[in-house]
């Protein structure tokens, strides 16, 4: 195993100078600023979910005296949210971990990787300086026309030309993305690293960089065609000209579909790393995993118009069916999951809390998303607040725990230190009772009637409890990111030093030193296994 005697936040450590950051194309650096990037996003957008929350605690508009602004601030939060905290977020770890995992000296194009990560901040940039255009977008993160159309009562100014630019750059920016994982992947394995050898991390940024090569094009074109319509006269969603807004509809979601899972597959790749390293187990079923994987990715394209069940636009028995198909996969790794922790010496470190969250509230999104897997039933919930609890139990209990799952697990390696384990539960307690208390009432308010993207609500409706509930649970889970900053303050600074291996874990980024060197490795461990550094540990042949 290679050892060396680095010093943490050596070399390529986080204390490099400004310039050096600035200009670097090492696949760590620009993985980490992945990472702080999406966090100070996902920071700005907690505020507009707060806005929200604070709006919704009680009837009457109270905090914004303007239903317009409300509308803003959902659809700000939202496209913060997803495209410019969860994807990067999930990219930047994979950008970080995916090339030591496999043995690289680096990504295939470390150049393009580098453009890849500056188009991000320009793209937040965007977002947000919408809102001293006039007024930022408003038409819903998914900007359907004739929402999003240009109008006096529709969308006018300028924000939402500046939502479809962003999100166009930030697009681009995941296909350059996706292109150089897959290189990167394919060609620039270590020898003895085939692909039934990859970590499932790799196998799950694998899938997802081809579901962004072959899905973002697709939303790139509608929002190109929207932007057209919006600027130079075109109709091609106007249904009054000829155009279609349903088409949009069927565009929107044959990326958005597959964009889901974009943002829970390389949450499952972290989950499938640490939960082996903190039972001391193998990961049940390591074959049955990688195609259940690909599954889920070959299915994700075929169940988009689940999503417009209510136009009467689609076939509805046959997205049926496929909905309920692809809960097949996800089940297969449930299963790997809960047999991989059977009869485990479990650890119960902040990287595995963190995991076993994620198991138990992304279960809850798969069985209420199984819900609105059946027709009648969806045309019951659909645009209700049950929607509003599906995703954010897909997205924020599945992908986010996931994340922060990732962050505490890869911590030591990328800084050398390790972080508190207190602090750490403490952070994960406050946001699994928060996150819980926030969300669970909207399964209520959604059977109840409640639409979702409403400013206000009749007092008389019983809605008032729920809401109140669901906007403590918000403000309860901004309170647990404050232990998590501090936690990173007082770590970088004076945690206590991590070592190369510091989780006794089985693949080949704890092989290097911590923060590991330029080229990553002075040498590699053999490999035999999708497992070498416990191979290397106990001399399995």
């Known amino acids: 195993m290679a050892t060396h005697a680095l010093t943490p936040a050596a070399a390529t450590g986080y204390r490099s100078g400004l310039y050096e950051w600035l200009t670097t194309t090492d696949h760590k650096k620009i993985g980490i600023m992945y990472v702080i990037n999406s966090f100070v996003f996902f920071l700005i957008g907690g505020v507009l979910a707060l806005v929200v929350r604070t709006e919704l605690a009680a009837p009457a508009l109270q905090l914004l005296t303007d239903e317009h602004v409300y509308n803003q601030m959902f659809t700000m939060h939202a496209t913060l949210m997803i495209f410019v905290f969860v994807i990067p977020m999930l990219a930047g770890l994979g950008n970080y971990a995916v090339p030591l995992m496999i043995g690289a000296p680096d990504m295939a194009f470390p150049r393009i990787n580098a453009l890849s990560f500056w188009m991000l901040p320009l793209g937040g940039l965007l977002l947000i300086s919408s809102f001293f255009t006039g007024g930022s977008a408003a038409a819903g993160w998914t900007s359907y026309p004739p929402l999003s159309a240009e109008g006096p009562l529709n969308s006018p100014g300028t924000g939402q030309d500046l939502w479809i630019v962003a999100l166009v750059l930030i697009g681009t920016s995941s296909i350059l993305g996706g292109i150089n994982f897959l290189v990167t992947i394919f060609k620039m394995r270590a020898p003895g690293m085939t692909l039934f050898r990859m970590p499932i991390m790799v196998w799950t940024i694998l899938v997802t960089s081809v579901l962004v090569v072959m899905a973002t094009p697709v939303i790139t074109s509608a929002l190109v065609m929207l932007f057209i319509?919006?600027?130079?006269?075109?109709?091609?969603?106007?249904?009054?000209?000829?155009?279609?807004?349903?088409?949009?509809?069927?565009?929107?979601?044959?990326?958005?579909?597959?964009?889901?899972?974009?943002?829970?597959?390389?949450?499952?790749?972290?989950?499938?790393?640490?939960?082996?390293?903190?039972?001391?187990?193998?990961?049940?079923?390591?074959?049955?995993?990688?195609?259940?994987?690909?599954?889920?990715?070959?299915?994700?394209?075929?169940?988009?118009?689940?999503?417009?069940?209510?136009?009467?636009?689609?076939?509805?028995?046959?997205?049926?069916?496929?909905?309920?198909?692809?809960?097949?996969?996800?089940?297969?790794?449930?299963?790997?999951?809960?047999?991989?922790?059977?009869?485990?010496?479990?650890?119960?470190?902040?990287?595995?809390?963190?995991?076993?969250?994620?198991?138990?509230?992304?279960?809850?999104?798969?069985?209420?998303?199984?819900?609105?897997?059946?027709?009648?039933?969806?045309?019951?919930?659909?645009?209700?607040?049950?929607?509003?609890?599906?995703?954010?139990?897909?997205?924020?209990?599945?992908?986010?725990?996931?994340?922060?799952?990732?962050?505490?697990?890869?911590?030591?390696?990328?800084?050398?230190?390790?972080?508190?384990?207190?602090?750490?539960?403490?952070?994960?307690?406050?946001?699994?009772?928060?996150?819980?208390?926030?969300?669970?009432?909207?399964?209520?308010?959604?059977?109840?009637?409640?639409?979702?993207?409403?400013?206000?609500?009749?007092?008389?409706?019983?809605?008032?409890?729920?809401?109140?509930?669901?906007?403590?649970?918000?403000?309860?889970?901004?309170?647990?990111?404050?232990?998590?900053?501090?936690?990173?303050?007082?770590?970088?600074?004076?945690?206590?030093?991590?070592?190369?291996?510091?989780?006794?874990?089985?693949?080949?980024?704890?092989?290097?030193?911590?923060?590991?060197?330029?080229?990553?490795?002075?040498?590699?461990?053999?490999?035999?296994?999708?497992?070498?550094?416990?191979?290397?540990?106990?001399?399995?042949?």
Do not use: C
């Open 229 to 541: 319509d919006r600027n130079y006269g075109g109709h091609f969603f106007d249904p009054f000209q000829g155009g279609s807004a349903v088409l949009y509809q069927n565009i929107f979601w044959f990326y958005s579909h597959p964009a889901v899972y974009v943002m829970i597959l390389p949450a499952m790749g972290v989950i499938s790393e640490v939960l082996p390293v903190f039972s001391r187990k193998p990961l049940f079923g390591y074959k049955a995993f990688i195609f259940a994987t690909a599954g889920i990715g070959a299915l994700g394209f075929s169940v988009w118009a689940h999503h417009m069940f209510t136009t009467g636009a689609v076939f509805l028995p046959f997205f049926s069916l496929l909905t309920f198909l692809i809960a097949v996969p996800t089940g297969v790794k449930m299963f790997n999951w809960v047999f991989t922790l059977f009869r485990g010496q479990l650890t119960f470190s902040t990287p595995l809390v963190f995991a076993l969250g994620f198991l138990t509230m992304f279960l809850i999104g798969g069985i209420n998303g199984a819900f609105s897997a059946s027709v009648p039933v969806d045309f019951a919930l659909h645009d209700t607040y049950w929607v509003v609890a599906h995703i954010h139990y897909v997205l924020f209990g599945g992908s986010v725990f996931g994340v922060f799952a990732g962050i505490y697990y890869w911590f030591p390696k990328m800084t050398g230190r390790m972080l508190n384990e207190g602090l750490g539960h403490l952070q994960f307690a406050l946001m699994f009772v928060g996150f819980n208390l926030t969300f669970f009432p909207m399964h209520m308010l959604g059977i109840q009637g409640m639409p979702r993207r409403i400013a206000d609500y009749a007092g008389d409706a019983g809605w008032n409890d729920w809401n109140l509930a669901a906007t403590i649970g918000g403000f309860v889970i901004a309170a647990s990111v404050l232990p998590f900053l501090w936690n990173v303050f007082i770590s970088l600074r004076n945690g206590a030093i991590a070592g190369d291996d510091p989780w006794e874990a089985n693949t080949l980024e704890w092989a290097t030193s911590s923060p590991p060197p330029p080229y990553n490795f002075d040498h590699l461990p053999e490999i035999r296994s999708e497992r070498p550094l416990f191979d290397a540990r106990h001399g399995h042949a």
